[in-house]
């Protein structure tokens, strides 16, 4: 039997939005940790968006002690090469595929759907985005880093080998080294994709200088 959707927080800028913004949550924190983003942003007054919060499923994390928490999946060390466990991505990237299906059936066209994620969101929001069969709007990663390098040449799919990507990163970020992310762009630009990429001078956060370019960003590509 196929899950559960994930339980999900939303928000709609106007009455029948025609787009949408599924938005991932860090390591331990949950769909709530991005909902007031949304009256930051100054988004066009026309454009209707709903933004999908979920909440990530319940699992132990070997790297904080086995301690059960919100995560996308489980990290078992420190290091970039070894932080994620490919399972747990996989189940992930096939649990937002659920919510793009369920925005599809409510009348959503891929071409107008954004998956965004902060940190492990950012990891699945690049999984999921790039391995997804239909041109999506864009892809939004923020403090992240590129997942299962090794098999994206095999896996991505040609409907988004052009999809807009917004990368940004705090240049001291001690948590995912801004050296990783800088790699991780430049693993996705050596396969053709164009990525927007912005550094704040910020620790593992969200400063307001971002906000202000992810508003730009998101209205360009809902436009």
Same mark, same amino acid.
């Given at each position: ?190 396969? #053709? ?18 906000? #202000? ?11």
């Amino acid at each position: 039997m196929p899950d559960e959707l994930l339980a999900t927080i939303e928000l709609e800028t106007r009455p029948d939005p025609d787009a949408a913004v599924i938005w991932m949550h860090g390591l331990g924190a949950d769909g709530n940790d991005f909902v007031p983003i949304v009256g930051e942003l100054e988004l066009p007054e026309d454009l209707g968006i709903r933004f999908i919060f979920p909440h990530a499923p319940m699992r132990p994390v070997t790297i904080n002690g086995g301690m059960v928490m919100r995560a996308w999946y489980d990290i078992v060390g420190s290091d970039l090469t070894n932080r994620g466990d490919e399972a747990g991505i996989r189940d992930s990237q096939r649990r937002i595929e659920q919510l793009i299906a369920r925005e599809k059936a409510r009348g959503i066209a891929a071409s107008r759907l954004v998956l965004a994620g902060f940190s492990q969101g950012g990891v699945i929001a690049l999984q999921a985005g790039l391995r997804h069969p239909e041109r999506l709007a864009g892809i939004m990663a923020l403090s992240t880093y590129l997942a299962l390098p090794q098999a994206l040449a095999s896996e991505a799919h040609r409907a988004n080998s052009d999809v807009p990507i917004f990368m940004a990163h705090g240049t001291a970020d001690p948590m995912i080294r801004l050296d990783w992310a800088d790699a991780s762009r430049r693993a996705l630009q050596a396969q #053709g994709y164009a990525i927007e990429w912005h550094t704040y001078p910020m620790q593992h956060s969200v400063c307001i200088e971002e906000v #202000g370019d992810l508003d730009a960003w998101l209205a360009r590509v809902l436009a």
